[in-house]
Nanobody, 126 residues
Framework: QVQLVESGGDSVQAGGSLRLSCAAS????????TGWFRQAPGKEREGVAV????????YYADSVKGRFTVSRDNAKNTLYLQMNSLKPEDTAMYYC???????????????????WGQGTQVTVSS
């Protein structure tokens, strides 16, 4: 059974940093497309970063390029999202997701992930 558990959300001031974690279990980590998404109240869910661990490529949304970085600890089956220079508009519930689909469509445009975590709240104040 695939499980994804996010943690690390918090309230910070603009310009601050946070690192989110997504602990994964129940599947072969390096063969699944993984992603970070966020959803703010009243807004649609937005893809933040998508990567295929086995391919070593990560795609980022334009709104976070240069500020957010995805990393992973394969030994712990854990995905991280390092968020720097946070802005109030980064305020949202952040989710990690995983999918067993092809690496070919494992890009920032992918939304049909089969597995989702419960989310962790990030609040950035000005």
């Amino acid at each position: 059974q695939v499980q994804l558990v996010e943690s690390g959300g918090d309230s910070v001031q603009a310009g601050g940093s946070l690192r989110l974690s997504c602990a994964a279990s129940g599947y072969t980590y390096s063969t699944y497309c993984t992603g970070w998404f966020r959803q703010a109240p009243g807004k649609e869910r937005e893809g933040v970063a998508v990567s295929y661990p086995g391919g070593g490529i990560t795609y980022y949304a334009d709104s976070v390029k240069g500020r957010f970085t995805v990393s992973r600890d394969n030994a712990k089956n854990t995905l991280y999202l390092q968020m720097n220079s946070l802005k109030p508009e980064d305020t949202a519930m952040y989710y990690c997701a995983a999918d067993a689909g092809s690496w070919v469509d494992c890009t920032i445009g992918k939304t049909n992930f089969g597995y989702w975590g419960q989310g962790t709240q990030v609040t950035v104040s000005s």
